[in-house]
T-cell receptor, first 110, second 118 residues
Framework: DAKTTQPNSMESNEEEPVHLPCNHS???????IHWYRQLPSQGPEYVIH???SNVNNRMASLAIAEDRKSSTLILHRATLRDAAVYYC???????????FGTGTRLKVLA | NAGVTQTPKFRILKIGQSMTLQCTQD?????MYWYRQDPGMGLKLIYY???????DKGEVPNGYNVSRSTTEDFPLRLELAAPSQTSVYFC?????????????????FGPGTRLTVL
């Protein structure tokens, strides 16, 4: 299974943009990049996913490097409710499972 | 829509006891999953199911059993509980996609069951 590398923790000020990086140098051509987040004492929730092109949704944007060896989750205006652990996960075509790493713990400062 | 529900929320077991963690989803999803999360760690897949009557092992299946007799329910059975099974257990479901294209399938997680084995 392809692995991802994320910083253990990051901090951001409220209402400022946050860029959460993820390295996945062993990604294969059919692996999708998924992001989930886990709020305190809750199960993970889906944030966004992509394959090659940058993606936007109501929660965040996903910027994927041209060589696909890294990606960045962008929260445009961090709020206190965005404080969570963010997981970057590779999902191979035809597989059912997610392989979770330890994620990045985002702290948002008021 | 309740989504994915899990019972109980909390449980304390003694070593050697057994219990069943319940998971139910009302989204008519084909796929269901059980994960465990140890403190400060990411989630590890225990078992998963791609439909009623079909289950398969994940990364850490030892000490657990599952069954899937209906689309809605996916109970996880712990036999002979051990302190190493102290963890938070999450159930998840996903719709699955036609043609087996699971790469973009999104999982929906329950609130978790916090289990302590003493």
């Amino acid at each position: 299974d392809a692995k991802t590398t994320q910083p253990n923790s990051m901090e951001s000020n409220e209402e400022e943009p946050v860029h959460l990086p993820c390295n996945h140098s062993t990604i294969s051509g059919t692996d999708y990049i998924h992001w989930y987040r886990q709020l305190p004492s809750q199960g993970p929730e889906y944030v966004i996913h992509g394959l090659t092109s940058n993606v936007n949704n109501r929660m965040a944007s996903l910027a994927i490097a041209e060589d696909r060896k890294s990606s960045t989750l962008i929260l445009h205006r961090a709020t206190l409710r965005d404080a969570a652990v963010y997981y970057c996960i590779l999902r191979a075509s035809g597989t059912y499972k997610y392989i979770f790493g330890t994620g990045t713990r985002l702290k948002v400062l008021a | 829509n309740a989504g994915v529900t899990q019972t109980p929320k909390f449980r304390i077991l003694k070593i050697g006891q057994s219990m069943t963690l319940q998971c139910t989803q009302d989204m008519n999803h084909n796929y269901m999953y059980w994960y465990r999360q140890d403190p400060g760690m990411g989630l590890k897949l225990i078992y998963y199911s791609v439909g009623a009557g079909i289950t398969d092992k994940g990364e850490v299946p030892n000490g657990y059993n599952v069954s899937r007799s209906t689309t809605e329910d996916f109970p996880l059975r712990l036999e002979l509980a051990a302190p190493s099974q102290t963890s938070v257990y999450f159930c998840a479901s996903s719709p699955g996609l036609a043609g087996g294209h699971t790469s973009t399938d999104t999982q929906y997680f329950g609130p978790g069951t916090r289990l302590t084995v003493l």
